[in-house]
């Protein structure tokens, strides 16, 4: 909506910037005049202040912009200055329109000359078949280079897709035959370990059993002693040399057998736990020495006395010296 030139103040609606309620035309006529008046430059300093006349336009009809005196304050007149700049947009945009209407015409026009040229072809090379979108813009060169561009580029696009999908279908299978191996030797290690511990666990088996065996092979052994020196020392018959309860665990059958290790083993052994091994040295001690062994050799077999004495000097020298030994 454009205002109309009058003769009255200038209406301004409630929503505009310039409402009377914050300005008026007296404000914009001193406004003007101090700024007139303090330059001696032309009443329009600006060129795009002077303006062309509109006379007659269906903007302002019956109206002239001109230096009369009816225009001698320019700012007086804003609505008609708004009007004149929507005008030139108005027409500019009417000439852009015009110029692109023209250019879509011309592009039928041109479309259509194809068309029937191709139809003429059609009808002179006997072809009944009704021409496609592709055929109707294949005759045309650049049409032609364009699409044999995008051919090319399509084509090329497919050979590098290709490329990419049998390069990672490559990847992935190296993938799978690198996870196979390494799930192969990871099975053979894992049976290696499996089977070591197997034997690990066997071996540790068999060594309690052999120490179950032993323990239960030294209990009975030290039964056996105790039962046969109270046997020993309740009867009254004659000793040989394998009647004697040599402190071993399994009884010597020369001299030779009798060593100080032996001994020390025997003696040494946790048959009486409550015991510690110096008392169980001494105790061992008041059996074999031979001041009190000799109580016993008047029994012994004149065969095998020499024997019988030299064992129990082995056995007597063997708990001194484990006695000497747990007195530091």
Not at 74 to 91: D, G, K, L, S
Not at 123 to 130: N, P, Q, T
Not at 134 to 163: I, M, Q
Request: include cysteine.
């Amino acid at each position: 909506m454009f205002y109309t030139p009058s003769p009255e103040p200038t209406y301004y609606p409630r929503h505009h910037t310039y409402s009377p309620k914050y300005h008026g035309t007296d404000d914009i006529h001193t406004s003007y005049r101090a700024s007139s008046s303090s330059s001696s430059q032309s009443r329009y300093p600006h060129p795009s202040m002077r303006r062309s006349h509109t006379v007659g336009t269906q903007y302002v009809p019956g109206y002239e912009y001109g230096y009369g005196s009816s225009d001698a304050e320019p700012y007086t007149r804003m609505p008609h200055t708004y009007a004149w700049v929507f005008e030139q947009q108005i027409a500019e945009m009417l000439k852009e329109n015009e110029e692109t209407v023209r250019w879509v015409h011309e592009q039928q026009q041109s479309r259509e000359t194809a068309r029937d040229q191709l139809e003429f072809r059609i009808l002179a090379s006997g072809r009944r078949a009704f021409p496609t979108f592709e055929e109707l813009l294949l005759h045309r060169p650049e049409v032609r280079a364009r699409w044999t561009d995008s051919e090319r580029r399509w084509k090329r696009w497919e050979n590098e897709a290709e490329d990419t999908f049998q390069e990672e279908v490559r990847r992935l299978q190296e993938y799978r035959r690198q996870t196979e191996r390494h799930r192969a030797a990871y099975e053979r290690r894992k049976r290696v370990e499996e089977e070591r511990e197997r034997v690990r666990r066997e071996r540790e088996r068999e060594r309690e059993a052999l120490k179950s065996q032993r323990r239960e092979a030294e209990r009975e052994a030290g039964n056996r002693y105790e039962a046969r020196w109270t046997e020993l020392l309740s009867s009254s018959e004659t000793l040989g040399f394998h009647d004697v309860p040599w402190p071993m665990f399994s009884q010597p059958r020369s001299l030779q057998d009798i060593t100080p290790a032996k001994v020390a083993m025997f003696v040494l052994s946790p048959l009486h736990p409550g015991e510690s091994r110096r008392d169980k040295i001494r105790n061992a001690l008041k059996r074999w020495h031979p001041d009190r062994f000799g109580r016993i050799s008047a029994r012994v077999e004149e065969a095998d006395r020499e024997a019988i004495e030299e064992g129990v000097g082995i056995v007597a020298r063997c708990l001194n010296d484990l006695l000497e030994r747990h007195s530091q």
